[in-house]
C-alpha cells in the first residue's frame, strides 16, 4: 500500500502526486495568505458506499473564505463538488476519509503585493481518517493562556491558514503541559472555541454554546449539532460563556470535522459532570455516526454520494 494516493487535484485537473510540485522560493508568502477546508467523506454501513458529509456547505465556506482574504477564487460550488468526486473515485477511495482543499496565493512575488492582481492557486489532496465516534473518546482539557484572535485581528469565522498559528500555539501548550486539548478565551475574557473544534456545553438539560461573535470558525459540524438537538427537543442557547460555567457544567464536548464530536470530562483539573462523558454527548455522537454512515434518512440531505 502506497502512503499517499495515486493523484492530487491542482487547478483544475488530476496529478500524479509526484508532480504536483511548487518552487521552494514560494514558501512562506504563498501560505501565509491561504484559505482551506476540511471535510470528511464516510463509507455506509454496508461498507459498498461512500459520502461527503455537508460538501456543499463546505464549499461554500471555502469560496466565503476565499473573498474574504481577497483571493479570486473562479470555481462555482458546483465545479468544487464535481473536482472533490472526480479525485475519490480517481484514487478508487473506499474508506473513511479527510479531504483537505486548499487555495493559496499563485503567481509570482510582485503579484502578491498587491490585492487587485492576486491569483489564486488551489489544490485539494485527501488521507485516510478513520472515525473515532462511539469508540469512548475523552479528553482532559486546560484553558489556555494564549488569547483567541478577534475579528479585527484576522477573520476568525474563515479557514484562513494563517489563523492556525494561534490554535497551534495553544495546542503546543496544552501537550506540553500534559493535556489532550485547550480551550481558548476571546480577548474579552469569554469562552471563543478549540483550536480546531467549536465547544458545547449542557448545564441544567440545556445545549449551550457560544455565539458566533465569540471569535469561533463558522462551524458546519456546530450548525448540524444545533439542529440535531433542537429536533431531539433540547433547547439550545447560543450566547457568551464564561469560563467558570465550564467547571460548573454537566457536560462538555468538542464538535468538528476532525473532532467529530469529542467529549471532554476534566477541565483545568475539575470534573465535567461525573468525569464521564455525559447522555447529551453520548446521544448526540451515536445520532451522528448513523449519520455518517448514511443510516438515518431524515438527514439523507447531509450527504453527497461519491458511490
Ligand atoms: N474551529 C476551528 C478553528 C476549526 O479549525 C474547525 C475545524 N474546521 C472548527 C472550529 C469546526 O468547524 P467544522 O465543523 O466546520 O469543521
Known amino acids: 500500500m502506497t502512503a499517499h494516493p495515486e493523484y492530487l487535484w491542482r487547478n483544475g485537473e488530476l496529478v500524479k502526486w509526484e508532480d504536483a510540485t511548487i518552487h521552494l522560493t514560494d514558501l512562506a508568502w504563498g501560505a501565509v495568505g491561504a484559505v482551506f477546508e476540511g471535510i470528511r467523506a464516510y463509507t455506509t454501513a454496508d461498507g459498498q458506499g461512500l459520502n461527503v458529509f455537508r460538501l456543499p456547505e463546505h464549499m461554500q465556506r471555502l469560496r466565503d473564505s476565499s473573498r474574504l482574504v481577497r483571493l479570486p477564487l473562479s470555481y462555482s460550488v458546483d465545479d468544487l463538488i464535481g473536482f472533490t468526486i472526480e479525485l475519490l473515485r480517481a484514487n478508487n477511495v473506499h474508506e473513511d476519509t479527510y479531504i483537505f482543499p486548499l487555495v493559496h496565493i499563485g503567481g509570482d512575488h510582485a503579484q502578491r503585493n498587491d490585492p487587485r ?72 475574557g469569554k469562552v471563543s472555541e478549540a483550536p480546531g473544534a467549536c465547544l458545547m456545553m449542557v448545564r441544567h ?91 438515518n434518512a431524515d438527514y439523507a440531505h447531509w450527504l453527497t454520494p461519491v458511490y
Open 117 to 188: 492582481s492576486l491569483v489564486a492557486a488551489m489544490y485539494m489532496r485527501h488521507n485516510p481518517s478513520v472515525t473515532h465516534l462511539c469508540t469512548g473518546l475523552a479528553h482532559h482539557a486546560r484553558v489556555s493562556s494564549w488569547t483567541r484572535i478577534s475579528d479585527n485581528v484576522m477573520p476568525p469565522r474563515i479557514k484562513n491558514i494563517s489563523n492556525y498559528r494561534n490554535g497551534q500555539l495553544a495546542n503546543y501548550e496544552a501537550k506540553l503541559d500534559g493535556y489532550d486539548s485547550a480551550i481558548l478565551l476571546g480577548p474579552q
Open 205 to 295: 438539560g440545556k445545549l449551550i454554546t457560544p455565539d458566533t461573535t465569540s471569535g469561533i470558525l463558522d462551524s458546519i459540524t456546530r450548525n448540524a449539532v444545533i439542529t440535531l438537538a433542537t429536533d431531539l427537543g433540547i433547547e439550545v442557547v447560543e450566547r457568551t460563556v464564561d469560563r467558570t460555567e465550564l467547571y460548573l457544567a454537566d457536560e462538555v464536548f468538542l464538535c468538528g470535522t476532525a473532532a467529530e464530536i469529542t467529549s471532554i470530562t476534566q477541565i483545568d483539573h475539575f470534573a465535567i459532570g461525573s468525569g464521564e462523558m455525559g447522555p447529551v454527548t453520548s446521544q448526540l455522537e451515536s445520532l451522528l455516526l448513523s449519520i455518517f454512515r448514511g443510516e
